[in-house]
């Protein structure tokens, strides 16, 4: 099995019951994304994925987790002008998976 690489979304609007899952993937961008959601625990599942690019996402209100990430093979998480406030957590992380795999630029 391959991963999944290099995909670009931008201009997206996705009304959905439960967020994107990104797993097992490398070099995902996702620009001008939003992200309208029945369950929101997490908006984006991230496991064990690199060299991600989110750049102005946008989801409900009130969202549990903006973010899961999991597995210590993700990595190079990049965020940028994204209002992460509007989850209750920024990020979660498990399965060896640490803060130091995500940056966030405002």
């Known amino acids: 099995e391959m991963s999944i690489r290099d995909i670009n979304l931008k ?16 070099g995902i961008s996702l620009q001008n994304v939003s992200l309208q959601c029945a369950s929101t625990a997490p908006l984006i599942h991230i496991e ?17 987790a903006f973010f899961s990430i999991n597995g210590s093979r993700s990595g190079n998480i990049k965020v940028q002008n994204t209002n992460l406030s ?3 957590s920024k990020a979660i992380f ?10 966030t630029i405002n």
């Open 11 to 26: 201009n997206v609007f996705v009304r959905s019951a439960k967020g994107a899952d990104i797993i097992e993937a490398n």
């Open 48 to 64: 064990n994925s690199g060299g991600l690019s989110f750049e102005t996402i946008t989801g409900n209100p009130s969202t549990e």
């Open 86 to 88: 509007i989850a209750k």
């Open 94 to 103: 498990n399965y060896g998976a640490n803060a130091s795999m995500l940056t």
